[in-house]
């Protein structure tokens, strides 16, 4: 089918997009990369008043480094992340992550603030700000609040985002030294969506493990910190014993439901699977046997 | 509510003008306002790659696009590869190993590959598999078309694509 009509805005300041927020409140949606937005709107699954048109402002695109850190712009694109150098040496996981998200020519214009704020419970980026603990800047035209991603995950497909507000940045903690990190997922077909996607992030001294970042995506309504099994490796060392224990653990944490594409045992023995071979790959990397 | 915008883009090296209201997708732009009907239309929700195009060099799906949002870009379709009446190398090894039966999915197949060789000029099987991943084909079985690009890959010089 074809898209319904709508309103159309393409500011190419950000001062005219909070107004415009503000007016049409919940009545208007932002179209950023458009690689979930216009199949929706194709389909007519949904029916906004307005479009709010935001990839001809340029300064909402940009990978900036901070110390210990990394802030990316709401619009930057997902093939620019995947092509970063500065990505794939100070925060490896996303690079890793963003390989998986869809195709080659839906990388090219889909954004990370998209992605974030669309908040699909089995796409890769939440679930790599719920591990690494990310930061996401809202913009309203009140203002600016600075949401962790363990707050801005509310439900299926729902953010904290208020009507009025604007995922602006998104800001993640750039990797430790000594660390290693593993994105592992498993689809029929490659460039679905997952249906149980893992992301690792370790940091190793030693036999011990001095941090470990952990979480599922495709095992409930948002992303999932995988906490216990990230308690199992701090405790136990990083041993086969307790490698097993904590991906153990780690599908015991996942309350999973069933539907079309598998059933919730299913998806659990995923969890399990999966949390065991990206701790492993996370594991190697961090010990430079695997690149 | 929705007024005609007017658009003005290059295509295929030519600059072209056409009216559309803002809910045209770029891929219907093409074929309706254009007369490049090289693009085809096949889910209309960027799962199939039949459409996709190359904007600014980059392939994209032209259904996830509105054609409003490609006014002042660069734009390449399946009609821009061949020049002066000679196939792209891709054409050329797409006929060769019989890379196409019904034809459907081979615009969206050509120009993947020619983003796939511009970014990774000598791919390796699995990641022309990768690649072409993103494009639907359900007469070849892939396996010719996996054949055509890695010799189309052999016969391209390493650094334009072209």
């Given at each position: 089918m074809k898209p319904p009509a709508f309103e159309y805005h393409d500011p190419v300041e950000l001062e005219p997009v909070l107004e415009l927020l503000r007016r049409y409140q919940s009545e208007a949606k932002i179209l950023a990369g458009g690689q979930s937005l216009l199949a929706l709107l194709n389909f007519r699954l949904t029916r906004p008043a307005a479009l709010i048109d935001i990839?001809?402002?340029?300064?909402?695109?940009y990978i900036k480094e901070k110390p210990g850190w990394l802030y990316l712009g709401a619009t930057t694109r997902q093939r620019a992340i995947e092509f970063s150098p500065l990505v794939r040496e100070k925060l490896p996981l996303l690079a890793e992550a963003t390989?998986?998200?869809?195709?080659l020519p839906t990388r090219t214009r889909g954004t990370i603030g998209g992605s974030l704020a669309h908040s699909?419970?089995?796409?890769e980026y939440p679930v790599v700000l719920t591990a690494l603990d990310g930061e996401l800047v809202a913009r309203a035209e009140s203002g600016e609040r600075v949401l962790k991603a363990g707050e801005f995950f509310q439900g299926l497909m729902t953010t904290?985002?208020?009507?009025?507000?604007?995922?602006v940045e998104v800001r993640l903690p750039a990797m430790p030294a000594g660390s290693g990190w593993a994105f592992e997922e498993f689809s029929?077909?490659?460039?679905?969506?997952?249906i149980v996607g893992v992301a690792a992030q370790l940091s190793v001294e030693g036999e011990r493990c001095a941090s470990a970042r952990l979480a599922a995506a495709g095992v409930g309504p948002v992303p999932l910190r995988l906490e216990s099994a990230e308690q199992a490796l701090k405790q136990g060392g990083l041993n086969q014993r307790t490698i097993a224990e904590a991906a153990a653990r780690a599908a015991e944490q996942t309350q999973p439901t069933s539907d079309l594409h598998a059933s919730a045992e299913y998806r659990r023995h995923l969890t399990r699977v999966l949390t065991e071979r990206a701790i492993n790959r996370a594991l190697e990397r961090a010990r430079g046997t695997r690149s | 509510m929705s007024l005609r915008r007017k658009i003005r883009l290059e295509v295929n090296g030519e600059t072209r003008e056409g009216w559309a209201e803002p809910r045209k997708l770029l891929v219907d732009f093409l074929r309706?306002?254009?007369?490049?009907?090289?693009t085809h239309v096949g889910?209309?929700?960027?799962?199939?790659?039949?459409?996709t195009i190359l904007i600014n060099g980059e392939a994209v799906r032209?259904?996830?696009?509105?054609?409003?949002?490609?006014?002042?870009a660069e734009l390449i379709t399946?009609?821009?590869?061949?020049a002066g009446g000679k196939l792209h190398p891709l054409q050329e090894a797409f006929r060769e190993h019989h890379a196409?039966?019904?034809?459907?999915?081979t615009p969206g197949m050509l120009l993947t590959a020619y983003d796939l060789l511009r970014v990774n000029p000598s791919p390796n099987e699995e990641e022309i598999r990768e690649a072409l991943s993103a494009v639907l084909c359900?007469?070849?079985?892939?396996l010719t078309i996996i054949k055509a690009v890695r010799s189309a890959a052999r016969r391209l010089p390493a650094d334009t694509g072209k």
């Amino acid at each position: 089918m074809k898209p319904p009509a709508f309103e159309y805005h393409d500011p190419v300041e950000l001062e005219p997009v909070l107004e415009l927020l503000r007016r049409y409140q919940s009545e208007a949606k932002i179209l950023a990369g458009g690689q979930s937005l216009l199949a929706l709107l194709n389909f007519r699954l949904t029916r906004p008043a307005a479009l709010i048109d935001i990839n001809r402002i340029t300064g909402l695109s940009y990978i900036k480094e901070k110390p210990g850190w990394l802030y990316l712009g709401a619009t930057t694109r997902q093939r620019a992340i995947e092509f970063s150098p500065l990505v794939r040496e100070k925060l490896p996981l996303l690079a890793e992550a963003t390989r998986l998200i869809g195709h080659l020519p839906t990388r090219t214009r889909g954004t990370i603030g998209g992605s974030l704020a669309h908040s699909d419970p089995a796409a890769e980026y939440p679930v790599v700000l719920t591990a690494l603990d990310g930061e996401l800047v809202a913009r309203a035209e009140s203002g600016e609040r600075v949401l962790k991603a363990g707050e801005f995950f509310q439900g299926l497909m729902t953010t904290a985002l208020a009507p009025d507000e604007m995922l602006v940045e998104v800001r993640l903690p750039a990797m430790p030294a000594g660390s290693g990190w593993a994105f592992e997922e498993f689809s029929r077909r490659h460039g679905d969506f997952a249906i149980v996607g893992v992301a690792a992030q370790l940091s190793v001294e030693g036999e011990r493990c001095a941090s470990a970042r952990l979480a599922a995506a495709g095992v409930g309504p948002v992303p999932l910190r995988l906490e216990s099994a990230e308690q199992a490796l701090k405790q136990g060392g990083l041993n086969q014993r307790t490698i097993a224990e904590a991906a153990a653990r780690a599908a015991e944490q996942t309350q999973p439901t069933s539907d079309l594409h598998a059933s919730a045992e299913y998806r659990r023995h995923l969890t399990r699977v999966l949390t065991e071979r990206a701790i492993n790959r996370a594991l190697e990397r961090a010990r430079g046997t695997r690149s | 509510m929705s007024l005609r915008r007017k658009i003005r883009l290059e295509v295929n090296g030519e600059t072209r003008e056409g009216w559309a209201e803002p809910r045209k997708l770029l891929v219907d732009f093409l074929r309706e306002e254009l007369g490049l009907t090289g693009t085809h239309v096949g889910c209309e929700h960027g799962i199939c790659g039949a459409c996709t195009i190359l904007i600014n060099g980059e392939a994209v799906r032209s259904c996830l696009m509105l054609a409003v949002q490609a006014d002042g870009a660069e734009l390449i379709t399946v009609e821009g590869l061949a020049a002066g009446g000679k196939l792209h190398p891709l054409q050329e090894a797409f006929r060769e190993h019989h890379a196409l039966q019904c034809g459907f999915c081979t615009p969206g197949m050509l120009l993947t590959a020619y983003d796939l060789l511009r970014v990774n000029p000598s791919p390796n099987e699995e990641e022309i598999r990768e690649a072409l991943s993103a494009v639907l084909c359900r007469c070849t079985g892939y396996l010719t078309i996996i054949k055509a690009v890695r010799s189309a890959a052999r016969r391209l010089p390493a650094d334009t694509g072209k």
